[in-house]
């Protein structure tokens, strides 16, 4: 049961990720196209922050377990360095690195978070054998 509790977590987490990369690549190319795409509630920076508290309570106790039951702790450093880039993306991205600058970190930390979660599915069905 555990086991399925934690691949379950680690699974929304990498979907929350691809939901926030996707988010941030996509809406400013639809919205060339289509203006009133930004008037929209999901292309706020609200809806996006709103992943980022999702996903970090979620990818902590993904990531905890995980480490609990395969003891292999490089998969915290994937996850702490996808969150805390996030983390800045979304405070401090637009102001330090500009619009694309900050797209480019969201994706980049939204993709060392997926894989840390991948790592982590491995390592606990690795564990489980």
Not at 40 to 61: Q, R
Not at 71 to 83: C, P, T
């Amino acid at each position: 049961m555990e086991n399925f509790k934690n691949t379950y977590l680690d699974r929304a987490a990498i979907t929350i990720s691809i939901v926030c990369a996707a988010q941030c690549i996509l809406l400013p190319v639809a919205a060339l196209t289509i203006p009133s795409l930004y008037l929209l509630p999901f292309s706020e920076e609200a809806f996006h922050n709103a992943l980022l508290y999702i996903v970090m309570p979620i990818s902590f106790l993904a990531l905890f377990l995980g480490c609990k039951k395969h003891k292999s702790y490089d998969v915290v450093f994937y996850g702490a360095l996808g969150l805390f880039t996030l983390i800045v993306s979304s405070v401090w991205g637009h102001d330090l690195f500009g619009e694309v600058g900050e797209i480019v970190s969201t994706v980049l930390g939204s993709s060392v978070l997926a894989f840390g979660h991948i790592q982590n599915q491995k390592k606990c069905k690795d564990s489980c054998h």
